[in-house]
């Protein structure tokens, strides 16, 4: 089942307008709030028939296309009206929230031609060419975890005060046990649900500003590129896990302070996990070409973060060099004046 949204007016295919927040026609310019648009109530797709691949046909122009992975949402190929492929987005596969976009295809556009203006060594022609061969708006599927943490921390600690007592040194060494016990919530802990995209990278792009999250709404895709999870919350667990426990631990060893001392007996951490959200969040995806290679980026849609290495000028890393050897001689220079 294809949702696209015929403008009212016209019947040209609306697409979400990141700047305004509605639908807008870019044929007659007329505008739609979100909340005008009905709701999709369809029965979806079972995780087997998403695997199986499905023939879509394009509502504006018949143009056929086959969806094998599990996007989402799409362009048609032929004509690129919007394709939202809602019997993809039900049951639990229909995300709880969505981070929509801030960044425009112009700001993208700005906002990358800014960083490669910084990069300190890309190459001239890297910097100065207009070789963005395409500019991808994209949501990706994210878990978001919360959790809860009891942490109980027993400890002996000691204050050791070292005086002098007539023509005695009195070394004074005061014992505590020590209990402490606290509450931690860690919300919102975000992790990709992607098997296609690096962690590593996606870490690059984070933070995201979840205050921003709303509730699901499918218009919020007319135009953009979406894709489903790979990794299954309960999947992910071990590693979030892990993550989180890392951050309890270190909370626990510097919990108990103040004493000259600490020797930890015992730490308990008990966690009570709250329920996972699937939710989409904003990225482009920039080709840019040079010398006939693509280099490929990434960049957070809210913020403008990017990841992605641009190629590296040897003439540009020598410049750099040797301004730092022309600096480290002036200041020896100047130092023998002195010595
Ligand atoms: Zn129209
Ligand atoms: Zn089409």
Not at 300 to 321: E, T, Y
Request: glycine content about 8%.
């Amino acid at each position: 089942m294809i949702l696209h949204y015929s403008c009212p007016g016209c019947g040209a295919e609306m697409t979400y307008d990141i700047k305004k927040g509605k639908l807008h026609c870019n044929h007659c310019d007329r505008e739609m709030e979100l909340s005008e648009v009905e709701p999709w109530s369809g029965s979806g797709m079972t995780d087997s028939e998403i695997l199986e691949g499905t023939e879509y046909h394009c509502p504006n122009c018949g143009g056929v296309m086959v969806s094998k992975d599990k996007g989402t949402s799409t362009l048609c190929a032929y004509c690129s009206a919007p394709m939202i492929l809602a019997d993809r987005l039900s049951g639990n596969r229909r995300p709880a929230k969505i981070l929509p976009f801030h960044m425009d295809r112009q700001d993208a556009e700005e906002a990358f031609r800014k960083w490669c203006k910084n990069g300190r060594f890309a190459p001239k022609g890297f910097v100065s060419a207009n070789n963005i061969q395409r500019l991808k708006g994209m949501y990706v599927p994210y878990w978001l975890f919360h959790f809860d943490a009891k942490v109980d921390v027993q400890a002996r600690a000691t204050n050791i005060l070292v005086f002098m007592q007539g023509d005695y040194e009195v070394t004074e060494t005061e014992i505590y046990n020590v209990h402490r016990a606290y509450n931690l919530q860690y919300q919102n802990i975000p992790y990709d649900g992607s098997s296609q995209l690096e962690d590593e990278e996606m870490a690059k792009l984070e933070p995201f500003n979840f205050d921003e999250l709303r509730d699901f709404d499918m218009p919020y895709l007319a135009g953009f590129e979406s894709s489903s999870y790979d990794f299954t919350d309960s999947e992910l667990m071990p590693a979030v896990k892990e993550k989180v426990d890392k951050y309890v631990k270190d909370y626990a060893q510097g919990a108990v302070s103040g004493y000259t001392t600490v020797n930890i007996e015992n730490r308990n951490i008990d966690f009570t996990r709250e329920e996972d959200e699937f939710i989409f969040v904003p990225i482009w995806f920039v080709d840019y070409n040079y010398h006939g290679n693509v280099y490929k980026f990434m960049m957070n849609g809210q913020n403008g973060r990017i990841a992605g290495k641009p190629p590296v000028s040897q003439m540009k890393v020598n410049l750099w060099w040797g301004g730092i050897s022309a600096v480290l001689f002036i200041l020896c220079f100047i130092g023998s004046f002195f010595w």
